[in-house]
């Protein structure tokens, strides 16, 4: 009869060197996942945020008694966690009751050295009551 020689119980190093290969591989993929879901996050919220400034913009615009003027302007506001920059401008339209009104909002970032990253351009129309 032949004996059998008792074999260590244990993974081999390849075996181990292979398991670790595919864990590194897997953690890269989910990194990079993670990353682009932050990224499409970030950029969702800023547009988010961006449309409700220009609305609330607009509708003050609505909510005054006379239509306003032609021309651009800028302004700079703190909303939500951010600070933004609003570019409008005001033009007229065929009818004169009517004023066409643009608005390019921007995100402020102090840690980027361009400053501002344009989240939204926005138009709407403003008429007499």
């Known amino acids: 009869m032949r004996r ?14 292979i398991a670790l290969m595919i864990f590194g591989l897997l953690a890269a993929t989910l990194q990079q996942v993670a990353s682009g ?12 945020l961006a449309t409700w400034i220009a609305r609330n913009r607009l509708t003050e ?11 651009e302007s800028d302004e700079e506001l703190s909303y939500g966690p951010y600070d933004w920059e609003i570019e409008t401008d005001i033009s007229n339209t065929e009818d004169p009751a009517i004023r066409r009104v ?11 050295a361009n400053r501002r ?11 007499q009551n």
């Open 4 to 17: 059998r020689a008792n074999r260590a119980a244990g993974f081999t190093l390849i075996e181990v060197m």
């Open 37 to 48: 879901y932050m990224g499409n996050y970030r950029r969702i919220e800023g547009q988010t």
């Open 61 to 71: 615009m609505r909510l005054q008694d006379e239509l306003p003027g032609t021309g």
């Open 102 to 112: 643009e608005m390019t909002v921007y995100r402020i970032n102090e840690r980027v």
């Open 117 to 127: 990253q344009q989240q939204l351009v926005f138009t709407g129309f403003l008429g």
